[in-house]
């Protein structure tokens, strides 16, 4: 007879074992260690200001963490830790302006090219940046100033930022035109998008996921923070975007619906093997991951405003 007991418990053993050496591993450590850098970064410049997105760090920062330390495949920065001054917008006379895309690597044909959606996210990208060694900390002392690169809704001169967003939803179009443009030049390179789920409430993302199916641009992928707020609330409050992967996936993408502060569940999608379509990821996040405090404010958590000296101890 078989030692059912025995059988259970061994596994029961192993499967264990397997799951302390998966959270020892240094990659983990890694994500864990950025994203909790992500957090401190903003925190830390909300409580100097007096405001700033502090929920959109709370809900990216996993997400952010894993596009650096796993998913994109880039290279070194190719721009100075402390970001030069604004240069002036592109003309006959400035040809060659600042451009924030850099702190992603050169532009190779075999590199990932990596395209941020949400601008006013931007002290998270920041953040992140510095957590991972592409951006010096004195960077952000210069946040917001006039003449600074590092602006609090960034431009394509900011760190990071690889094209202007427009008003909203305008990045993924961009970003699904040289994904077509690699493909027809040969390039192995896969093209990144970082969107929120904010941006399924405009016509023009679904155009751009049809016109990315049409196109059989495989080569291009998004990840979503799926967060739920807006700044007028709760999307569902305000104009409901739900079921959300089932919208997607009509236009004619692959859907990934994962945890969004699952570093494993993250990167999983982006090592499946390629097919034709475009690959979504909808990270499913808490806006308040990380900052129990956030969650009295809610629905309202668009943007932290501390509202006196006794709030601002209470987050420090």
Request: glycine share 10%.
């Amino acid at each position: 007879m078989y030692n059912v007991t025995g059988f259970l418990s061994s596994a029961q053993d192993g499967a264990r074992a397997a799951m302390l050496a998966l959270m020892n591993s240094p990659w983990l450590q890694e994500v864990s260690r950025v994203a909790a850098g992500i957090r401190r970064q903003v925190l830390s410049h909300v409580l100097r200001n007096g405001g700033g997105y502090m929920s959109q760090a709370c809900s990216s920062a996993e997400t952010l963490a894993t596009l650096y330390t796993r998913v994109l495949n880039l290279g070194p920065s190719q721009a100075p830790a402390v970001p030069p001054a604004f240069s002036g917008v592109p003309s006959r006379t400035n040809p060659s302006p600042w451009h924030g895309g850099r702190y992603n690597g050169p532009r190779e044909p075999g590199m990932d090219r990596f395209y941020f959606s949400p601008v006013h996210y931007s002290l998270c990208l920041y953040a992140a940046l510095i957590e991972v060694g592409r951006l010096a900390p004195e960077a952000l002392d210069r946040f917001n100033e006039d003449g600074s690169t590092v602006e609090m809704i960034g431009a394509e001169h900011s760190p990071g930022v690889e094209s202007t967003a427009g008003s909203l939803a305008q990045t993924l179009s961009v970003a699904a035109g040289a994904a077509l443009a690699r493909r027809i030049k040969g390039e192995p390179g896969r093209v990144w998008v970082y969107m929120t789920d904010g941006e399924f409430q405009e016509g023009q993302t679904y155009e751009a996921l049809a016109a990315a199916a049409h196109h059989k641009l495989g080569n291009l992928g998004a990840y979503v923070d799926v967060n739920g707020q807006q700044c007028d609330g709760a999307m569902a409050d305000v104009m409901g975007v739900e079921p959300l992967a089932q919208r997607v996936a009509a236009f004619g993408a692959k859907v990934r619906e994962v945890d969004g502060h699952d570093a494993q569940a993250l990167a999983a999608p982006a090592e499946e093997p390629m097919d034709q379509r475009p690959l979504i990821v909808l990270a499913r996040t808490d806006p308040c991951r990380g900052v129990e405090l956030l969650r009295a404010r809610a629905p309202r958590l668009h943007y932290l405003r501390l509202k006196d000296q006794q709030e601002r101890q209470a987050y420090a």
